[in-house]
């Protein structure tokens, strides 16, 4: 069964540092993987996705993921963190099969220190 | 830009009492999902359909039912809600296309509180 493990529940980093979000998945086949933000009471906002191609993908506000198949990562990255960046994050891959389902990580916490 | 509508933001409904979530999106997608959102669970499925009058059980579809006699509108119904439903109720669309990513979008959230 497809699956995502999001290790860390939260991550502090400094105004302007380089931020790192984590994401392992475990699939059968090809991945197509997602990430996600949650800001507080709202619904989930796509960010980015990787299908195929290119293993460094670009998204939405500065965001960037890497897949990394040998690692079987796909991790959330940002040059310089903002506080506005302090939300959370969802990892995702789409299940296998005919439909277009997702199955989501557990989530992480993400707070920028000013 | 795809707009996925969750009519009801806040709802506080007794327990035994039937409830009804409402979603509507406007770009002709096929699929729709009802997901629910706990702390430290993440999102769980509920319900999907790919189809008018189409759908598929979730991951947790004990004590849920869903509608979907239109397109564009998904409705999830607790047919006699319980305390433990208290959740996020998260509606969500995409287009169908098995052998792509079709990016699925979501609504803003629908907060149950069942006492």
């Known amino acids: 069964a497809q699956s995502v493990a999001q290790p860390e529940d939260q991550v502090n980093v400094a105004e302007g540092n380089p931020l790192t979000v984590k994401c392992t998945y475990s699939?059968?086949?090809?991945?197509?993987l997602f990430w996600y933000v949650q800001y507080p009471n709202r619904g989930l906002q796509f960010l980015l996705k990787?299908?195929?191609?290119?293993?460094l993908v670009k998204g939405s506000y500065g965001f960037e993921a890497e897949f990394n198949k040998s690692q079987t990562s796909f991790h959330l990255k940002k040059p310089s963190a903002l506080v506005s960046d302090s939300a959370l994050y969802f990892c995702?891959?789409?299940?296998?099969?005919?439909?277009?389902?997702?199955?989501f990580g557990t989530g992480t916490l993400l707070a920028v220190q000013p | 830009d795809v707009k996925v509508t969750q009519s009801s933001r806040y709802l506080v409904k007794r327990t035994g009492e039937k409830v009804f979530l409402e979603c509507v999106q406007d770009?002709?997608?096929?699929?729709m999902f009802w997901y629910r959102q706990d702390p430290g669970l993440g999102l769980r499925l509920i319900y999907f359909?790919?189809?008018?009058?189409?759908?598929e059980k979730g991951d947790i579809p004990e004590g849920y039912s869903v509608s979907r006699e239109k397109k564009e509108r998904f409705s999830l119904i607790l047919e006699s809600a319980s305390t433990n439903q208290t959740s996020m109720y998260l509606c969500?669309?995409?287009?169908?296309?098995?052998?792509?990513?079709?990016?699925?979008?979501f609504g803003e959230g629908s907060w149950l509180t069942v006492v």
């Open positions: 699939v059968s086949g090809n991945p197509y």
């Open positions: 990787y299908i195929t191609g290119d293993n």
């Open positions: 359909s790919y189809d008018v009058k189409m759908k």
């Open positions: 995702a891959v789409r299940d296998g099969g005919a439909t277009n389902k997702l199955i």
């Open positions: 969500a669309s995409s287009l169908w296309a098995p052998s792509s990513g079709n990016t699925i979008y």
């Open positions: 770009m002709d997608h096929e699929n």
